[in-house]
């Protein structure tokens, strides 16, 4: 089933709110905009439209088609954007495109994901401190709630960076063996002559150096748990002395011919494909059966994209709180600029994410840290987003009904002189008047383009001429946009300059 979750709005406790888009498939269609319709966190709470003053009072609608698609309803002179590209008319979107997850730009202020969902809109109330929503999210967590407190070895698999540990701690901490030792260890980083020993143990002279006995981590982690992570990495001796541990819940320690036993529940994981391993020879077939007394998949983030606002979010808190700049987050009524520009949020959600949650936060932290003290929302570092792949674009099933606007440029090529006046005032009022975004698209310097603007389109209005417009338009912004050709940042400035109610 569609729905729509919140990736970022001005006001950040928003992020991660949805709505499960039910008039759909009754045949009804959803109309979308400053108003309505109401969206509220998976666990409950109060439910509110996206209601940033910013945004139209038109709405785009959204409507069923046929084999799954959705179709998009623009109203006239709208700022919505589907992945970054201008919605102009109406737009198809595929069944493929909406279970990969679409982000919709509104006023270059919201970013809303329009994903599939399960049909029940309340998440569990535990989260068991994994951040999201996600469908295939609530599946991990409830593979912990089946496992967490039998004792059996749990086989935990998805790619790099997805998790692993968080989701073999979560299980620990839900079992009967939470207050016993958990001790982790990556096989992939032990050296491979040393790797038995310090699992199993080894007695004095066992090898050339060991020259006292050695206990091992299985016996350390006695009685608890003992997470073994890249396990697909183990040697085939670890392999063999894992497989008897499992069988006969005992060890030979290396160098030693008397058998230890061992009470600990194992809980592995692996980003390697195990069964190509074993048809290569290079893993047990017999060990792979007894680590897989339960299996849990994690999908990779780039199926689990409504989780990347809030995962954005809380890594973000995390690292202002860091530095002492948390007050990047603390805008109530979500007036101001907002903390995390729209082109950005969308940006997030569409990359690809190879490396997963750990490469989501590394990213977070060095976003924070290069606008560590800069004003106004998060910009990502040029040379940064140089290193990262862009963001495949989604593959179109129908054009829009009108062509889409010429793409901005990316340089100066242009002076505003090169432009007639309709032409520049023609740009301004497709960029809602916003000089920066007007002067990208004609590829002029900002400056210049300012400079035109006050001296032939809008002189300083007095504060009678600006109430008295503010008043025939009874507050409503998108009509004192188009009578004053001002942005809506430059009016709502002006309201707070005369002290006039806020529309």
């Keep these: 089933m569609a729905a729509l979750s919140i990736v970022s709005h001005p006001v950040p406790r928003r992020v991660g709110q949805r709505l499960v888009l039910h008039e759909l ?22 439910a509110e439209p996206l209601a940033d003053p910013f945004l139209s009072r038109n709405p785009v609608v959204l409507s069923a088609g046929p084999a799954g698609s959705l179709c998009l309803e623009a109203p006239e002179g709208s700022k919505i954007s589907i992945a970054g590209e201008p919605l102009r008319g109406s737009r198809v979107l595929s069944a493929v495109e909406v279970a990969t997850g679409v982000p919709l730009e509104l006023a270059e202020r919201v970013v809303v994901l329009l994903h599939l969902a399960a049909p029940q809109a309340r998440a569990s109330a535990e989260a068991l401190d994994m951040v999201g929503n996600s469908l295939g999210l609530q599946r991990v967590r409830n593979d912990i709630e089946h496992v967490a407190d039998l004792d059996v070895p749990v086989l935990i698999r998805g790619e790099t960076g997805s998790g692993k540990e968080l989701i073999a701690k979560a299980l620990y901490r839900r079992s009967p063996r939470r207050d016993r030792p958990f001790i982790s260890v990556n096989l992939g980083a032990l050296p491979k002559e040393l790797a038995a020993a310090e699992l199993f143990g080894a007695v004095k002279g066992a090898y050339s150096g060991a020259v006292r006995d050695r206990e091992g981590l299985f016996r350390a982690a006695h009685g608890g748990t003992l997470f073994l992570d890249e396990v697909g990495e183990a040697s085939p001796e670890v392999q063999v002395m894992l497989l008897r541990v499992l069988e006969e819940r005992e060890m ?30 290079r893993f047990k077939g017999p060990l792979l059966h007894r680590l897989a007394g339960y299996e849990i998949r994690v999908p990779p983030l780039r199926e689990r994209r409504e989780d990347i606002g809030p995962l954005f979010l809380h890594f973000a808190r995390e690292e202002l709180e860091a530095i002492g700049e948390t007050h990047r987050l603390s805008n109530p009524e979500g007036w101001s600029e907002p903390w995390l520009p729209a ?13 997963n949650i750990r490469q989501l936060r590394n990213l977070t932290r060095q976003i924070i840290i290069s606008n560590r003290g800069q004003p106004g929302g998060l910009r990502l570092d040029p040379r940064l987003e140089q290193e990262l792949a862009p963001p495949p674009a989604p ?54 383009l ?5 001296r032939h389109v809008n002189p300083t209005l007095s504060a009678e001429e ?38």
């Design 25 to 46: 498939t009754e045949g009804r269609s959803v109309a979308l905009s400053r108003n309505e319709p109401d969206f509220m966190h998976p666990h409950g709470g109060l």
């Design 252 to 281: 030979f320690p290396v160098g030693s011919s008397t058998a230890v036993p061992t009470d600990v529940r194992l809980v592995t994981a692996t980003d390697a494909h195990l069964e190509k391993l074993i048809q290569e020879g």
């Design 343 to 355: 082109s950005l949020a969308s940006w997030l959600v569409r990359y690809p994410w190879p490396g």
């Design 395 to 448: 593959p179109r099933v129908s054009p829009p009904v009108e062509p889409p606007a010429p793409e901005p440029k990316s340089t100066l090529q242009h002076k505003v002189s090169d432009f007639s006046e309709q032409e520049l005032s023609a740009a301004l009022e497709a960029c809602g008047w916003e000089i920066k975004s007007a002067a990208t698209r004609l590829g002029v310097a900002r400056s210049s």
């Design 450 to 454: 300012q400079e035109w603007y006050q």
């Design 466 to 503: 600006f109430s008295r417009t503010y008043e025939e338009c009874q507050g409503d912004m998108d009509s004192m946009v188009q009578r004053l050709r001002m942005s809506r940042w430059a009016i709502v400035r002006r309201l707070r300059e005369l002290g006039l109610q806020r529309p």
